[in-house]
């Protein structure tokens, strides 16, 4: 069985302790999974963020929040993905 590679927050030190405690402000206090995968490669994660934020959050989008969310939530639950 193949195992992806994170750094768990306990165990973050330097930059990747500053990423997480920039997360957890971010997300109520949580850090998601996803961070923990980017915070193995922290110049993929700045680049990844912006692709996140351009394509969920940004304003001008032609579908609402909900709506991003809904096809989000499809799309993860045809390839398999988990709740």
Avoid: C
């Avoid at 997480?20 to 402000?25: A, C, K, L, Q, S």
């Avoid at 994660?45 to 709506?67: D, E, F, I, N, W």
Wanted: net charge positive; no cysteine.
């Amino acid at each position: 069985m193949k195992h992806i590679k994170t750094v768990a927050p306990e165990r973050a030190t330097g930059l990747r302790a500053l990423f997480y405690h920039w997360v957890r402000g971010q997300y109520g206090g949580v850090i998601p999974g996803v961070f923990q995968v980017l915070a193995v490669d922290l110049g993929v994660a700045g680049p990844a963020g912006a692709l996140y934020r351009h394509l969920h959050l940004r304003k001008a989008s032609p579908l609402s929040r909900l709506q991003r969310e809904m096809l989000a939530t499809v799309v993860n639950g045809k390839v398999g993905g988990a709740p």
